[in-house]
């Protein structure tokens, strides 16, 4: 795992997003891994700048990480919606190119088969996007998720829908019990995984992920199995990590050859 400390959230945005363009640059048909939530948000927004200085994304295709179970695609938070409005949108992406499982679907186990073979017959993932929960999930693979899991239907953490009822108005009862995630194990099959937090409430759960041992009670550890896993934090979200002088000193030191992502 590759961390990188930056000074604030909006270097941690503008870094993200080079990493993800040199990424796609490389490829012809790229496949970008999206992620809602608040943190990659200074990174689609960075990449949105880059968009307006030339950078055309508009040969990418994009997968979502998760979905709410019961949601209507045009509620405003179900995810479709989210994604259409913070990614979609602002990079000029080719809205058939987008995909988010279909949380309202009538035959949810059908919509996450679909949604892995959907994957698949893109070419698989080149770079993933994550950000992660205060319990250290990523997607929404909560705590005690199998390391192995595909996408499939989920119970939603208390923690998870009381974090997440900011974006129902307050009211924790308006977020969905429910949801549909690409599994760690499907999230492990992306060529590469960037994960950005920011923030000293991410603190805690960044130092398991990164430190901690490797097991289902901190999800987001399973990246630690991850060939090229990359991690971009600013300082509050990094203030709880032990090795510190290392990643510095390896970000400083960084072999020639580095390839980034890729
Ligand atoms: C959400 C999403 C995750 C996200 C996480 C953190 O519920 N399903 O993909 O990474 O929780 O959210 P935030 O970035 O807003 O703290």
């Known amino acids: 795992m590759e961390i990188i400390v930056l000074s604030d959230p909006a270097a941690v945005?503008?870094?993200?997003?080079?990493?993800?363009?040199?990424?796609?640059a490389r490829r012809r048909d790229p496949v970008l891994g999206v992620a809602t939530g608040s943190s990659p948000l200074?990174?689609?927004?960075?990449?949105?700048?880059?968009?307006?200085?030339?950078?055309?994304?508009?040969?990418?295709?994009?997968?979502?990480?998760?979905?709410y179970v019961g949601l209507d695609p045009s509620h405003p938070e179900a995810?479709?919606?989210?994604?259409?409005?913070?990614?979609?949108?602002?990079?000029?992406?080719?809205?058939?190119?987008?995909?988010?499982?279909?949380?309202?679907?009538?035959?949810l186990s059908a919509a996450c088969a679909e949604y892995e073979a959907a994957i698949e017959a893109a070419g698989g993932i080149d770079v993933q996007?994550?950000?992660?929960?205060?319990?250290?999930?990523?997607g929404f693979n909560e705590p005690g998720s199998s390391l192995g899991s595909r996408t499939r239907v989920k119970t939603l953490a208390p923690r998870t829908r009381r974090d997440n009822a900011r974006f129902f108005?307050?009211?924790?009862?308006?977020v969905p019990v429910h949801c549909l995630t690409q599994g760690i194990g499907t999230i492990l099959?992306?060529?590469?995984?960037l994960l950005v937090a920011t923030g000293e409430a991410k603190a805690a759960a960044v130092a398991a992920m990164a430190e901690g041992p490797l097991g289902a009670f901190c999800p987001a550890s399973a990246l630690q199995l991850h060939e090229r896993a990359t991690v971009v934090l600013d300082e509050a979200a990094a203030s709880k990590l032990v090795d510190r002088e290392y990643y510095d000193f390896a970000r400083d030191h960084a072999p020639e050859a580095a390839p980034g992502l890729d």
């Open 169 to 174: 108005g307050g009211d924790v009862e308006a």
């Open 129 to 138: 996007l994550l950000g992660i929960g205060a319990n250290g999930h990523i």
């Open 13 to 24: 945005g503008r870094h993200a997003a080079r990493l993800i363009a040199d990424t796609l």
């Open 189 to 193: 099959r992306a060529r590469s995984v």
């Open 79 to 107: 995810y479709h919606s989210v994604i259409d409005r913070e990614v979609t949108l602002p990079l000029g992406l080719d809205p058939r190119k987008v995909h988010v499982p279909h949380g309202a679907a009538a035959d």
């Open 42 to 67: 200074g990174t689609y927004a960075a990449l949105a700048a880059l968009a307006r200085e030339g950078l055309d994304l508009s040969r990418t295709t994009a997968f979502a990480l998760d979905e």
